[in-house]
């Protein structure tokens, strides 16, 4: 799932390079570079449509198979399931190979399989048609960033990751909204074509505007295995699946929930969902900023910030549609802050194999979506829909205190190193 990684590059200047998008251009001599970044972004919005889209359009999808809300789930749910488990081996097994025949064929099979969903004759073979593309996920996102930065000096790699960034946070907090919308006003199979149309999009730009690279041997993709008995690693990756399963034990249901609770429907759900969307590209801006100043009071502080604003949704809740606008606008920028404040605080936490790391990272992230979509639709069908949120307040305090064990060991460690290299 998710980000790109931050080891290499400050958040305060990513933040800054978002804020100013809309008026960046890149050098006459970088133009074809900047031309594979702008398609590679295209191809991070249609990876993450295609993951968290169903969302939008839950509620058809439901009726469409006749499945139950927690069944449904199971399309977010099984699909970070198998990114989480086969990710890191994925992208390791596919390391040596021509980096851009690699993202077309991802992309490629992301159409395809956005194609085909739209006329999956039963649920089951709605979940099975998203495997490949769920298996493919971490290799696009892995390799899409490791070509990004081979295309740039170093100098200006942070500001060309910052660009794809925003593909990739328009694919998680307006993927869902624009599908809806296209469901509502078009047709349920147009809102799968248009993730497909997204997808195919990519890979003719990516063909022609991402130079090849050289095929790598066997000894260079070897798992560094090494890095997992860093203490301060594996508390992180723990904390960063408390707070995803914070995040989506509410998100993944965030369409049916203002349909009832809101008596919302269709059109007004997805303008709500649009303005999340506007929300969640601010929040991360602000995360940005945050985590520049103090990246440990921000990892703290974060999962309580979620939690008042899921008590705000609980409160409010049954408002007209014009106080959901401002609710949702609270809602989307807490809940999306949470993906850039979690990679940061992972991929700081051991500087060896930063690309391993990063897979891993997209795996605990996506390991946190199913626990959390999972059980999110157990606690609606004991407690209601508002049970989501209850799952949601959990998840959350156990990300706090992670955060405060994963720094004591990270404190520890570095007392640790500073007596290793004082007795040398």
């Known amino acids: ?45 249609g990876l993450y449509a295609i993951e968290f889209g169903v969302v939008g359009i839950l509620s058809s999808i439901m009726d469409r198979y006749q499945v139950s809300i927690i069944e449904a789930g199971w399309l977010v749910g099984f699909f970070a399931l198998v990114i989480a488990i086969c990710g890191p081996f994925m992208v390791i097994g596919l390391a040596r190979y021509d980096r851009r025949k690699v993202l077309v064929a991802a992309l490629a099979v992301f159409a395809i399989c956005s194609a085909l969903s739209a006329f999956a004759p039963s649920f089951l073979a709605l979940i099975a048609i998203r495997i ?39 694919g998680l907090v307006l993927g869902v909204p624009i599908t809806a919308w296209i469901e509502a006003r078009i047709s349920y199979e147009g809102a799968f074509f248009f993730i497909a149309l997204a997808n195919l999009v990519a890979a003719i730009g990516v063909w022609f505007m991402v130079p090849s690279s050289p095929a790598k041997s066997k000894a260079d993709s070897k798992l560094p295995f090494g890095v997992l008995r860093q203490r301060p690693l594996l508390l992180a990756i723990a904390q960063g699946i408390c707070v995803f399963g ?25 303008a709500l969902l649009v303005v999340f969307g506007i929300g969640g590209i601010l929040g991360n801006l602000f995360a940005g900023r945050m985590l520049g100043r103090n990246l440990f009071k921000t990892v703290l502080f974060y999962p309580i910030v979620l939690s008042l604003s899921y008590l705000v949704l609980v409160a409010f809740g049954g408002a007209d549609f014009a ?9 989307g920028a807490a809940h999306t802050a949470g993906m850039v404040v979690s ?11 930063p690309e391993f790391v990063t897979s891993l990272f997209v795996s605990a992230g996506n390991l946190g979506v199913m626990i959390g979509s999972a059980v999110g639709g157990v ?26 064990l994963s720094r004591t060991g990270r404190e520890t460690d570095a007392q ?6 004082s007795a040398h």
Request: with cysteine; proline share 4%.
């Open 1 to 45: 799932m998710i980000l790109a990684r931050t080891v290499d590059y400050p958040v305060e200047p990513i933040a800054v390079y978002l804020e100013h998008l809309i008026v960046t251009s890149q050098s006459p001599s970088q133009g074809s570079a900047g031309k594979a970044v702008f398609f590679i972004a295209i191809g991070m919005f």
């Open 379 to 404: 606690f609606i069908t004991w407690f209601g829909v508002s049970g989501a949120i209850w799952s949601g307040w959990i998840f959350a305090v156990a990300a706090s205190g992670l955060a405060v």
């Open 246 to 270: 914070a995040m989506f034990s509410v998100y993944s249901f965030a369409a049916e929930y203002l349909r009832l609770e809101g008596s919302f429907d269709g059109e007004a759900i997805s």
């Open 323 to 331: 106080i959901m606008l401002g609710i949702c606008f609270v809602w």
């Open 416 to 421: 640790r190193s500073g007596r290793t290299a």
């Open 343 to 353: 990679q940061v605080w992972t991929t700081s936490s051991v500087s060896d194999s």
């Open 132 to 170: 490949p593309a769920a298996l493919l996920h971490a290799v696009f996102f892995s390799v899409a960033f490791t070509s990004v930065r081979a295309m740039y000096p170093p100098e200006r790699a942070a500001h060309a990751i910052a660009l794809v960034f925003v593909g990739t946070s328009v």
